[in-house]
């Protein structure tokens, strides 16, 4: 086979690594649970024995959540005081200031020393503010000048397209799987992998996400290439999984198809009873396959499961593990523009130092509500903004679960996001402090970034503009209130997290932890100096008190930076997105969400995020609507008439003949109870 030099991973066996545990993160656990304790030592246990439904581990919990609601508490008296309160008391004769994103601008005549150093250090926290701004605004300009070529040699690097799903329905399977078809990244030189999180119905959805995949791609679900048992993380320590492969087409372009495997996660037959048999959480999904790249990386003994997909891989998609040296995560509701993988592929090859990298998300579903108006200008912002700012540092500190691609090794062989570190740490199951549940339950994708910071400090997470998707965002409050919890709560921990990062870059004499820093106590006090900020409107409109020239400069910066780069851009648009998220957007991200999550820190549920059937269909009628798809009957939302999809050799529609896969050796392990499996899923199917 013809591969080009240096994209190969030469595969030697190393001894697995011992990972121990961090003694500063036991110290840090140790450290907030005497602080808890001591911020609720006026709550008794006692106190919770109305509560009976409450283990130990739940009180603990409750516990450190308040804690850190005082904190944040002692932090926005602290800001009002000395922003707002003190100088009113100090220097009441003179004083005029006003709340500017995060500062106060505060004119002082009076020769009081106090007074004078109160006006330092406002006068300090607005340039500081000021200067954030306009870097961040500099770094997002860069941006606008530079654009990338698109040249052949940069597409022949093999690519696998990880796609998890839970729940979606038809409609946002297709739309997802149509666009990484759709690319224009070479057919031969990408795989999508999906992995299905168990055997669930989606609320309003005709038939578990499983069998809609299938009825999509048009395998038959009751013939896998096998079963195979698993580990897993959560409350089951294993898990079975079957395996489908093939070719989905299109009709009108003979040299366009999509070449594809399935991992359905089914479940053990104990969970029957069960409406989410098999559903371990996005986090088990993503292990299945880093933990197979560690394995086959390592040259370690494979699991039976690691052994068919590797097969399949060679065989059926004719792309051999060990060529494969990039991994693309998207979730299964995004839509990938056609040249986002190219662009993404052309960063990584245009730097070495490159260890993962981001696009932008945009927002698909704009004008279904006043929920998602408000979203538009808020992902554009994060993104020309926060993230090309971050980028700059080669720091993104979020690498989004639904847009984002990763190296899996080096040019000198080194293991990246399959080395043990990465791999032990991310796995941990272990998971008994607030904390920790926010970092891995809420905030897995966020958390694995984290973990790539700590392991590889001399290599670059970046953020690459023209690589671009759409999602579907929240629609309702209710969503939005149960989605941001769980982003905000859980950015807030890796906050901390990353707080302990060794070796953070430093650009320009600006700190990358000291901007984290920043970011965490803008956090806290959020809500708090929104409320300032008002109170100060009102007094200067209904009670005469004049602004300093220096508040409506850093006003004016403030807004001006942010309007910038789409006016740059000729973004027009989005002029009015701006109006729109400043009168409705700012009350809702600033006040509301921020003081919802922090009350509900102590709650790690999806919410109202991922509805499922009240009732689920089990896996018998799964499989016998897997026979009836299989006879004619499609679903409403497939478009059949430009797809085509072939899961043989002997497809009658005329497509490339495949050759056949290889089953798992018997001398693999995990091959003797992969037999045993399919009879015990067979029973339980029954």
Known sequence: MDVRQGSVIQITRVSETVVRDDTNEKACISTCWAFSRLVTLYVPDAYFEWRSDWSKERRQDWREKVSICFVMMLF?????????????????ENEVFQKIEGGVSVEFNNENMTCQLLSILMYSIMMIISLVLVVQCLCSLLYVVRRQPHIQENETSRVIVMVPCYN?????????????????YPSENKVLLVVADGIVTGAGEPAPTPQLIATLLGYDITEPIGMFDCTSIGNHDRNRARLYCGEYRRNDRNDIFLRYMVIVKCGLPRESPDPKPGNRGKRDSQLLIIGMLNRFHHGRTLTGLDQAVIDVLQTRCLMPLET??????IDADTKVDRDSISNMIYSMKNDNKILALCGETRVENKTDSWVTWIQVFEYYTNHHMKKAFESV???????????????????????????????????????QSLHEKNLFHLGEDRMLTTLLLKTFPGMKLSFVPEAICYTVVPKSLSVLLSQRRRWINSTFHNLLELLCVKNMPTVCCISMKALIALDLVATLILPASLVYFFVNIYVTLFLGTALSKTSLIVLGISIGVQALPFIVRSDVTYYGWFIIYLIAGVPVFYFILPLYSFSKMDDFSWGATRQVAAVGMNCHDMEVNGHDTEAGTTDSHVDNNNIRRTTSSTDPHGSRHLPPCESVPATSPGASEAAMDVELFNEFMK
């Open 393 to 431: 540092f080669g720091c993104v500190t979020c690498l989004p679960g639904c847009f984002t691609m990763y190296r899996l090794f080096k040019e000198d062989n080194s293991r990246l996001l399959s080395c043990d570190e990465v791999y032990i740490r991310y796995a941990k199951n272990n998971i």
């Open 168 to 184: 979606e329905g038809t409609k946002e399977l297709q739309k997802t799987i149509d666009s990484v078809l759709n690319t224009t």
């Open 76 to 92: 926005s008296i602290t800001f009002i005081g000395v922003g707002g309160l003190l100088p009113y008391f100090v220097c009441a």
């Open 324 to 329: 494969v040296k990039y991994l693309m995560a």
